[in-house]
């Protein structure tokens, strides 16, 4: 069995087939999907999806990509921290790519969802892009290894990412890798131990080959594990199995769940 580990399908163009997602889940052997909030407004949806679903968990956290919305504070991310479906914190980080100038907003909002997790005992879902030196930094600042947590949609340097992990971070890793361009990326999963390893699709963004240009789901992760198999040239049973191992131990409450 593989777990999603990150996917929007309270997006509307998932969201409005919902049962079919839910049935390519089943066909392909996907147990579970952690479904990632993006801004506040949508958490109430997220939870009802969670409610109906057993196997669907949820995360509360504010993108750092969005400006002029509803601003988190420590008080109401924990508030929805202590619905029992709800398993991490996150997704939060920092983005410089898609966002420039005075960004001291970003950076204030991220050090929030981390004083968050460690206040619920929550792990942290972290965005990263364009901004490794002050992400690691701002990690290590607010104490995020007492939280621990997961790079999402790893497309950083293996330097990044082994100083992540010393801080007790998984690396995930998504349909990315299977693009034709990301050969950099690939020597990084190379070098990654399976141990610290996690999968998603970030759907219903990024769809892995042979899916390009195709709506992505979480059914498609077993393409993500499939070239990671292929890379670690161990068999993708052993991929499934440890990478869903590392998803429960890290997101442990979904254990009691």
């Known amino acids: 069995m593989y777990i999603d580990s990150h996917c929007h399908i309270n997006f509307p163009e998932l969201h409005e087939k919902i049962h079919n ?73 920092l983005d410089y790519f898609r966002l420039k100038g005075d960004l001291s907003w970003q950076k204030e909002r991220f050090r929030t969802h981390i004083r968050a997790a460690i206040k619920s005992k929550l792990p942290l879902i972290i965005h990263t892009r364009n901004a490794r030196e002050d992400t690691i930094k701002i990690m290590k600042e607010e104490d995020a290894k007492s939280a621990t947590g997961v790079m999402h949609c790893f497309t950083e340097s293996y330097e990044m990412a082994r100083k992540a992990i010393d801080l007790g971070f998984y690396i995930s890793f998504s349909g990315i890798i299977t693009f034709k361009n990301a050969d950099d990326l690939r020597d990084t999963v190379k070098k990654i131990p399976i141990e610290n390893i996690l999968i998603e699709t970030d759907s219903p963004y990024l769809s892995p080959v042979p899916k390009r240009g ?9 393409y993500v594990a499939e070239k990671i198999a292929e890379l670690k040239n161990m068999p993708i049973e052993k991929v499934a199995e440890i990478t869903t191992k590392n998803f429960f131990n890290l997101f442990n409450k979904c254990k009691t769940v």
Request: hydrophobic share 35%; charged share 25%.
């Open 21 to 93: 997602v839910l049935s390519n889940m089943k066909e392909n052997k996907i147990s579970h999907a952690l479904c990632v909030s993006v801004t506040l407004d949508k958490v109430e949806e997220i939870l009802k999806l969670t409610k109906q679903y057993s196997n669907i968990y949820a995360s509360v956290g504010v993108h750092p990509d969005y400006e002029d919305i509803t601003e988190p504070d420590i008080d109401i991310l924990f508030k929805y921290s202590q619905d029992k479906k709800v398993v991490a914190i996150g997704e939060t980080g």
């Open 214 to 222: 195709k709506l992505n789901e979480p059914s498609n992760v077993i």
